[in-house]
């Protein structure tokens, strides 16, 4: 495909910013709307990276207080360490929140490194991404049903950030939910259910960060086909305001306890589109 519509790109920046947020799976979308549109994603890599950007930009604006309180708190880690008090990771409560945070993401990062060549696959299988939805339904059902959520982050141990972490690996795949599973992940650990959702997001930031950053010089090498940054503009604008709708709708939602709805629709779509590629393909 040589060029990308304006249509399109709203439609794909829409898309990516509820997705990455509601726990529905961007990528999964993502992944059968490109289908049907005819787009192949080597041809608009820099778009894919400029809609994570896109809801990057968005989590940024509505934690922006907990992260700058975490920069400030890495400084004052690195302090220390020159001035021979260690790590004091029980210093305060953001100390302990950011270490969390680095622990989750470990997990992440090697399972990206190791098995993204793999995970990339799936992405040209509708099977794979039907799967992939099937999965998301039933772990938000299971998290649903979960009883009391009391640990915050001073309950919360480094074993339930790993385990975190893992859920947050595991999403790579297409059709799993990177929030869905991260708040899987904290809610099977015990989590506070508002405490989890903040600690899902905060722990994206690091995850689309790396990505940008390891996909951003190939898509600059790839280029882009003539007249596409109105497009590109566009879709980028559109995900980070539609990731900002859709963290202020999981606040809501995560409190009300109402992630089966979640369970539901992405059982439906994954049944739809294994039927699809079952059946008619």
């Known amino acids: 495909m040589a060029t990308l519509t304006y249509l399109q790109a709203l439609i794909l920046g829409i898309v990516q910013g509820l997705g990455e947020f509601l726990p529905i799976s961007s990528s999964g979308h993502l992944a059968v709307i490109q289908y049907f549109f005819g787009i192949e994603g080597e041809s608009v890599l820099l778009f894919a990276v400029m809609l994570h950007l896109g809801?990057?930009?968005?989590?940024?604006?509505?934690?922006?207080?907990?992260?700058?309180?975490l920069v400030k708190e890495l400084f004052a880690v690195i302090k220390d360490i020159f001035t021979g008090k260690g790590l004091r990771?029980?210093?305060?409560?953001?100390?302990?929140?950011?270490?969390?945070?680095?622990?989750?993401?470990?997990?992440?990062?090697?399972?990206?490194?190791?098995?993204?060549?793999?995970?990339?696959?799936?992405?040209?299988?509708?099977?794979?991404?039907?799967?992939?939805?099937?999965?998301?339904g039933t772990i938000l059902f299971i998290a649903e049903k979960m009883g009391k959520n009391e640990k915050k982050v001073w309950g919360m141990k480094f074993r339930h950030a790993v385990f975190i972490g893992i859920m947050q690996g595991i999403a790579i795949c297409p059709g799993v939910s990177r929030s869905g599973s991260t708040l899987f992940?904290?809610?099977?650990?015990?989590?506070?259910?508002?405490?989890?959702?903040?600690?899902?997001?905060?722990?994206?930031?690091?995850?689309?960060?790396?990505?940008?950053?390891?996909?951003?010089?190939?898509?600059?090498?790839?280029?882009?086909?003539?007249g596409m940054w109105g497009p590109v503009i566009l879709g980028t604008v559109v995900s980070a305001i539609s990731g900002f709708i859709a963290i202020k709708a999981m606040l809501k939602i995560v409190a009300g306890k109402r992630l089966t709805v979640f369970s539901w629709y992405t059982w439906v779509l994954g049944a739809a589109v294994l039927g699809y590629a079952i059946f008619i393909i």
């Open 55 to 69: 809801t990057l930009i968005s989590v940024f604006i509505i934690y922006w207080h907990d992260i700058v309180k």
């Open 89 to 136: 990771i029980n210093d305060n409560p953001v100390r302990r929140l950011g270490f969390m945070i680095i622990v989750a993401t470990i997990p992440t990062a090697l399972i990206g490194l190791f098995f993204n060549d793999i995970f990339a696959g799936l992405y040209l299988s509708l099977i794979a991404v039907g799967v992939g939805f099937l999965v998301t």
């Open 185 to 226: 992940g904290g809610l099977m650990s015990g989590l506070d259910r508002n405490f989890a959702l903040r600690f899902a997001f905060l722990i994206s930031i690091p995850s689309i960060l790396g990505s940008v950053i390891l996909e951003f010089p190939p898509a600059i090498s790839a280029g882009l086909p003539a």
